[in-house]
């Protein structure tokens, strides 16, 4: 069974920078659309980032210029690149294929907190 294993989460300041990694046991990643996700305290888990199988990439506009999604294949990840990181972006983050969906991972926990 596929597994989602997401790791690079962490306390940051305002402003800050983290690099989230998600690890995909699938085979042939290559072919799905992948993204990430994220869940803040009594909020619904919410699309952030997309990355196509050819590498077009789309954002929610709440991160939209500060994000930044990529994969590598190769190395069955998909990465996340946060910069100028705001106290709204708490949450856990996740990643996933599009529907339908495979298990979710225990995500990531994202604080940004001065």
């Known amino acids: 069974q596929a597994q989602l294993a997401e790791s690079g989460g962490g306390l940051v300041q305002p402003g800050g920078s983290l690099r989230l990694s998600c690890v995909v046991s699938v085979r042939m990643l290559r072919l799905y659309t992948m993204g990430w996700y994220r869940q803040a305290p009594g909020k619904q888990r919410e699309l952030v980032a997309t990355?196509?199988?050819?590498?077009?990439?789309n954002y929610s506009d709440s991160v939209k210029g500060r994000f930044t999604i990529s994969r590598d294949n190769a190395k069955n990840t998909v990465y996340l690149q946060m910069n100028s990181l705001k106290p709204e972006d708490t949450a856990v983050y996740y990643c996933?294929?599009?529907?339908?969906?495979?298990?979710w991972g225990q995500g990531t926990q994202v604080t940004v907190s001065s």
């Open positions: 996933n294929k599009g529907r339908p969906y495979l298990t």
């Open positions: 990355i196509t199988t050819g590498g077009s990439t």
